[in-house]
């Protein structure tokens, strides 16, 4: 019993959690800043929302999805945070910066964008990996012929002789003859 919970423990150790110890300097840290930047804690954490939301609304396996969202929404914070230092970082700025539609356009755009992109990378990469295979197989079948034409019908076989016949290739005289044998 000593040894399978010992093996428990060892194929445990690579997903090390942290504990508390490990936060409290952070949040000890956060306390001041928060103090002192007030005005922008306050427009950045309402701004925010979409980032906080995506991993709720996407589950935590798709922290990717998290990151695309949360890194551009924090681009389309950044402009209101521009903002708010220009008319004099006071918490009453902040606050009539969140009525202003505009303010929220922004950072909502930045999050929809990472969305968007998230979605449409995959999209875009999957298009593009279909057509690049299809050139392929158009290099390589174009290549077979050449070797069909170079050393004569016996070099094709019937598996060949099929898919050309699926590629709309035209076949030489024996490849059908081949295919008729391989189906017996």
Not at 92 to 118: E, K, N
């Amino acid at each position: 019993m000593g040894k399978s919970s010992a093996k428990v423990k060892a194929a445990a150790s690579p997903k090390r959690r942290r504990g508390l110890m490990w936060y409290l300097p952070w949040a000890l840290a956060s306390i001041p800043i928060c103090v002192v930047l007030w005005p922008s804690v306050f427009l950045v954490a309402a701004l925010m929302g979409p980032s906080v939301l995506s991993p709720i609304l996407f589950g935590r396996r798709a922290m990717h999805l998290t990151a695309s969202v949360g890194i551009l929404n924090f681009v389309g914070v950044l402009p209101a945070l521009g903002r708010l230092w220009e008319q004099g970082h006071e918490a009453g700025v902040a606050a009539h910066m969140l009525t202003d539609p505009v303010v929220w356009g922004g950072a909502l755009a930045g999050a929809g964008t990472g969305l968007v992109l998230f979605f449409a990378t995959e999209w875009v990469v999957a298009a593009y990996y279909r057509i690049t295979a299809e050139a392929r197989l158009s290099q390589v079948m174009a290549r077979q012929e050449e070797l069909v034409e170079l050393w004569g019908d016996e070099v094709i076989t019937a598996d060949a002789a099929r898919l050309m016949t699926q590629g709309g290739q035209a076949t030489p005289g024996e490849a059908g003859d081949l295919r008729a044998g391989a189906a017996t």
